[in-house]
């Protein structure tokens, strides 16, 4: 599996867009590989509904990691990373919903 992705490129490349919406930039941390977004892109309707997938993914990769308190001042809390994205995800998903051009036939003389 990949990772990749390029600022020059965003102006040409579905996967790259994604990547910036869903804050999956740095190539030290990344949350999915290129398949899983290309995927994501194949299978749902337009752009907005693949990144709300990819948001879905990642918050439940987030979801299965416990919280962890290290000591009395550190807290690494998953479960609240998961819930950004989750509400990411149904932004997205509005998003989606909202850019199909709406029809209705039947209705001309």
Known sequence: MTWTYSVSDLATSEKDQIRLEVADTDVNNPLLQDEEILQFISVERNFW?????????????????????????????????????EQMAVAFRRKALGTDVPYAGGISI
Not at 58 to 85: E, N
Request: overall charge positive.
């Open 49 to 85: 509904g693949a990144a709300s997938r990819c948001c879905e993914q990642i918050a439940r990769q987030f979801l299965r990691k416990a919280d962890v308190k290290l000591g009395r001042a550190m807290t690494i809390t998953y479960s609240k990373m998961a819930a950004q994205y």
